[in-house]
């Protein structure tokens, strides 16, 4: 489950108590999430970053399957309050998808490019928001796609073993089961320019920007670097990524926050972010409990 998101101008994440955190710019009410409580899993509203764009949203899973969101409504984004049976969410620019413990897919905002014609969509195990279109990976590691179409961003039907998905502005990066990756779309930065990455466990997207996490903990990227986005060879002990409009972000296996990228508003300001606490591990269990376990019905 993603604990981390990155959005237009803001950056969320939960932490392993349930609460969530946010930073950046929160003009909308996108980071109003304070008051959120046992949340597992995170996603934020991404839009491409053109002058007259910022206000964005933020969706929050619940351990129950339910959904909250926050911040900005223009299209019902944020209608989710009566979803229930979620398992994932994902967020584009005035979009909102969820995805059922059945395999289908729930949407609602913007639906004039057909983002959100996903009522036949089945058995699927992954799902991501771009500006304008929708993809997800079905069981069976093939791929669907709906919405805007203008650069390619949606001829994903002939991708197979896919593990993961990541769609961006005008661009959609797929995660093959070998770890390799496939990309289509806009590539007049580079954001598609995957093809030789190799051992790659995670992908993400940003508006003009690909990263992706390597199975060694490290992190690579590709596309436009105009904010320092794709600054990320440093990292290390990386356990997953986010990519917004025009920053990155990398949970490490510490629960600490690693940023890269444009921090105008403050969406990079996570220094300071902590998501795990420090618990006691558990001492082993002594001869007499060992004894005891093997003497019950599993044991027979």
Known sequence: MAVIAAGRRHSVACRDDGTVIACGNGRAGECDVRSWSDVVAVAAGNVHPARN????????????GSVLAAGWDRDGQ???????????????????LGLRADGTVAATGRDAEGQCDVDAWREVVAISCGDWHSVAVCGDGTAVAAGNNRRGQCEIGRWRKLVGIAAGYLHTVGLRDDGTVIATGENESGECDVAAWRSVSAVASGSRHTIALRE?????????????QCE???????????????????????GTVVAAGDNA???????????????????PPGPSALRHRRSGPLAQ
């Open 78 to 96: 944020t209608d989710v309050s009566a979803w229930s049976e979620v398992t994932a969410v994902a967020a584009g620019w005035r979009t909102t």
């Open 232 to 254: 990320v060879r440093a990292w290390t002990g990386v356990a997953a990524i986010a990519a917004g409009a025009t920053h990155s972000l990398g949970l490490l296996a510490d």
């Open 53 to 64: 764009t910022g206000r964005s949203h933020t969706v929050g899973l619940r351990a129950d």
């Open 265 to 283: 508003d403050g969406q990079c300001e996570v220094d300071t972010w902590r998501l795990r606490r420090n618990r006691a591990q558990p001492r």
């Open 216 to 228: 060694d903990g490290t992190v690579c990227a590709a596309g436009d670097n105009r904010h320092g």
